[in-house]
């Protein structure tokens, strides 16, 4: 399976958590960065964003008609306004999944992804085996996410870019209807937004 398997994470350096770490020193140890700043950046990330903030938006939507058409003309106006954009997410794409059409977002060039929205990638994300099979066989490789589509859904692929990131708005699930946005967030998986899963309901 692409997300479980530790020989699809190519791109990935043995022990990067050590690597990261060793290089880091470095750079400070060189008067290259400073700590407080790196320090801020990985708080900003592990509090401030990833996921949930996607959540939010897809939560909204499910919540509020006139939200889900604004967001799906133009999304940009509405995330500004909740401040969910910055570098890596100055222009997001929101396609809508339907009965007919499943969405996929991969990154073929390299791992664009719109951070503020979804957080740091996963490293199935930017492995060489999802980038290049899931625009091949995304059925294929939907199956190995354990995500089994009816054959009268069409599956269609985005190609993230640095000048453009996508979210997917999901299909809402049945069982979470009449449940309030802020309940409705717990339902949002981060797969689900990127398209090789879909909305669960909370453990």
């Given at each position: 399976?692409?997300?479980?398997?530790?020989?699809?994470?190519?791109?990935?350096p043995?022990e990067?958590?050590?690597?990261?770490?060793?290089?880091?020193?470095l750079?400070?140890?060189?008067?290259?960065?400073?700590?407080?700043?790196l320090?801020?950046?990985?708080?900003?990330?592990?509090?401030?964003?990833?996921?949930?903030?996607?959540?939010?938006?897809?939560?909204?939507?499910?919540?509020?008609?006139?939200?889900r058409?604004?967001?799906?003309?133009?999304?940009?106006?509405?995330?500004?306004?909740?401040?969910?954009?910055?570098?890596?997410?100055?222009?997001?794409v929101?396609v809508?999944?339907?009965?007919?059409v499943?969405?996929?977002?991969?990154?073929?060039?390299?791992?664009?992804?719109?951070?503020?929205?979804?957080g740091?990638?996963?490293?199935?994300?930017?492995s060489?085996?999802?980038?290049?099979?899931?625009?091949?066989?995304?059925?294929?490789?939907l199956?190995?996410?354990?995500?089994?589509?009816?054959?009268?859904?069409?599956?269609?692929?985005?190609?993230?870019?640095?000048?453009?990131?996508?979210?997917?708005?999901?299909?809402?699930?049945?069982?979470?209807?009449?449940?309030?946005?802020?309940?409705?967030?717990?339902?949002?998986?981060?797969?689900?937004?990127?398209?090789?899963?879909?909305?669960?309901?909370?453990?």
């Open positions: 399976m692409l997300h479980d398997d530790p020989h699809a994470h190519t791109l990935l043995p990067p958590e050590l690597r990261v770490k060793a290089l880091e020193t750079l400070v140890a060189k008067g290259l960065v400073d700590p407080a700043t320090d801020a950046i990985v708080e900003q990330m592990q509090n401030h964003v990833g996921p949930r903030a996607g959540a939010r938006v897809v939560a909204r939507a499910w919540t509020d008609p006139a939200f058409a604004r967001i799906l003309a133009d999304p940009m106006p509405d995330l500004i306004e909740m401040e969910l954009t910055g570098a890596q997410g100055e222009h997001v929101v809508e999944n339907t009965p007919e499943h969405n996929v977002v991969v990154c073929t060039l390299c791992s664009c992804y719109p951070w503020p929205l979804l740091v990638p996963p490293a199935w994300y930017k060489d085996a999802y980038r290049a099979r899931v625009v091949r066989e995304p059925r294929a490789v199956a190995e996410f354990g995500l089994g589509l009816p054959d009268t859904q069409a599956v269609r692929v985005w190609d993230s870019t640095a000048e453009m990131r996508y979210l997917i708005l999901p299909m809402q699930p049945e069982a979470s209807r009449g449940l309030d946005a802020g309940a409705l967030e717990a339902w949002v998986t981060r797969n689900a937004m990127i398209g090789t899963g879909l909305p669960e309901a909370p453990a």
